[in-house]
């Protein structure tokens, strides 16, 4: 009888193992393959979309109030207090359903008070704005972006040829404000 329960419980024991084995080598496989569904589908998803990266000579371009003439200047937020100002290369056309306002015929003394104003709103919450460069789904140059880091957007290039660049949120800064107020009430 002892034979016959070895025998049982090695059936038992050495068949679940080896069914365990192969529930996980399939879930294994399964994984693989979706992961590898994934990762094809993205290319296909993610190609239109550009990038907006860190840029120091774009910070000290845009604070040197050096205007360039291959952008059109745009501006988001409040008139006195921008959120963020872009400059899109003029080769390229903004998606006219987005919410920046062109600043045309930008010079040095209306980027110098852009700038200046957009300064003095970050300077009251002890925040800096920071340069970045933006570019099209194949790394080349479309413009630059000028905001506080936590203004993010997405740049996408849409099959009509236009860009669609949308604007951070128009309470960039009163979410600082809210935050401030919470932590004065809880006395912090």
Wanted: with cysteine; charged share 25%; proline share 4%.
């Amino acid at each position: 009888m002892a034979g016959q329960g070895d025998m049982l419980r090695e059936n038992f024991t050495g068949g679940s193992k080896m069914k365990g084995r192969r529930i996980g080598f399939f879930y294994s496989i399964m994984i693989l393959m979706l992961c590898s569904s994934i990762a094809a589908c993205s290319g296909s998803l993610f190609r239109n979309y550009g990038r907006i990266d860190p840029d120091g000579e774009v910070a000290q371009a845009v604070e040197g109030y050096r205007v360039n003439s291959e952008l059109r200047y745009y501006v988001s937020g409040a008139d006195l207090y921008p959120n963020a100002l872009m400059g899109l290369n003029k080769e390229h056309r903004l998606d006219p359903s987005t919410l920046w306002k062109e600043a045309p015929g930008m010079t040095t003394a209306k980027l110098r008070e852009i700038v200046d104003n957009m300064k003095t709103k970050a300077s009251l919450h002890n925040v800096f704005q920071y340069g970045f460069e933006m570019s099209d789904g194949k790394g080349r140059p479309i413009g630059i972006w000028y905001s506080v880091l936590w203004a993010p957007t997405l740049v996408r290039m849409n099959e009509d040829g236009t860009v669609r660049i949308d604007t951070p949120a128009l309470d960039t800064y009163e979410v600082l404000e809210r935050d401030s107020v919470m932590d004065d009430s809880s006395g912090k």
